[in-house]
DNA sequence: GCAAATTTGTTCGTATGTATT
DNA sequence: CAATACATACGAACAAATTTG
């Protein structure tokens, strides 16, 4: 009985959940029943439901009940772009033609275009002066009038100067921005460079993506530099910030050659992780269990 | 006053320690402080306490306090191989390359070998019945002795028969598995896909890294299918699975050509994501606070 | 539109158990 | 062993949100 009885009540409760007597949207026995059902107090029903909600699987409302979570189908963006299609990338426009394939509705907002001064962390990417002067695009992206990813891409004012005044445009780019430079100024990106990291939503984040408000859900951010061709080799021109709920994405890269199937559609076969089981008796990556005690060895690259 | 008390006292707290007034491994007031320090009841005082801990903000510990979490420098992955090197990818090899440069110790346990039937997750990936035997290689490694990753291959059986016979050996590869698969059967990796989505950690896992069992902090699951030339086109010969705290650690991919002096030594390039203000005030990527209302309007891609 | 019933959210109080120093 | 500090559990009351009559 070295449990305590909040935490077997979750468990019991997990159960029904993942073993299917419970389904997505349904509404969990009330307080009031929970309390008559496992002849406990209040308290220690809502401590056992708090577990529940802190792992994502149920969701309370107040002045309706307690319901099992919905789980999305995650969706897929490839984030290397396709040589030959010249989509993916995870850029807006790539996308999107994927989500559209798969039969899913994108939408996206009117861009919201910004001149403003450029913070450090648009300088660094840039690699000019913080203080200069940068156009920044903002948009967000919907599949299924779902929120799915909020983009801003900032771009050098010389672009604008140079003639891509479209750039400065509040309306939708058609093929993107990327193409748009390639046949504006002839100015064609030779490369890019993701940073992926995951991190807590911030309060805008969460209200936009509609994730619950105590930041158990991490968003993805992607941050991608892009590189032109120069006397001095590639610099950068353009950088964009994605920020994506990780609780409905997952993400591609391909390196090399690879079979052509694979390079579209990335969107349609989406992956469930092996997990190591949560009662360590699951066929996945498991046998950690004796991990507390082991030391590491000093081997390889040492 | 429509905030509640708990919550109150959690933003105090909050604004301390991001303040820095409270520095990492500072401890708190206790309960009792804080419930003088308030006014507040100890339930209370343990509901804005928890607030802190479900974010990650402090850590507490029975019978001595609660603490300020201290934050990691993350490390940083490349997994795009660098075509010069052959070194970057992820792999174990080349990423530990990368953390020597840095000045950190890197570590691994001695690998795991095991021959077991293929469960679906890994036929799907190596395109093999299910059923079929593979050898899987299992690795636990680490930076300055702390947990840094788990790591799991899979290689159809073939391979031994062809005579690569060290993939049974429990002792690491000098160079990588795929180097060692490519000097002994000319057997090169052509390309790789690599599938990159974020979940809560297994129980075993969370007890690996340490990470607290609540679920909060996401592990990074990078699956990696390495494909070799074959007369049909490229085919998979292994599936990598590799597992990461997502609180410790950055992934990045290059595409094209890039400035060369950012191919090597992403790890000391860290980055810290601009984040919407907690407060709508900070100067990221902000401006979603009218989100709620705004609806989406149909454009691009249609 | 209003009132009642239902359900979760917050806050207080108190007692006891467990881990650490 | 004793003191300290967090963990669990009970009970009670009122507030806020939602649905229903």
Known sequence: MADPIYWTIAQELREQIEGGDLGPGDQLPTELELR?????????????????????????KPGQGTFVAQQFKPFVTTLSADRDTGLGGGEGYGAFAEVSERGLTPSASVPRVEVLIAPSYIAERLRIAEGTQVITRRQERFI??????VQITAYPMELIQKGAVDLLMAQDIP??????????????????RDRILVRAPGQDEARFFKLPDDGRVSVVSVIRTGYRDSDEGPIPFRATFTVFPADRNQFVTNSGTFPRELARAASDQYYTAPTDGE???LDGPDGAAEADGSQPEDSGAG
């Open 279 to 281: 009662d360590g008796e």
């Open 36 to 60: 008559r059902t496992y002849n406990a107090s209040r308290n220690t029903i809502r401590d056992a439901v708090k577990w529940l909600t802190t792992r994502g699987l149920v969701q309370t």
């Open 144 to 149: 299924n009038k779902m929120p799915w990813s």
């Open 175 to 192: 093929g993107g921005a990327v193409a748009y430079l390639q046949r504006t100024l002839g100015l064609e990106e030779v490369g890019h």
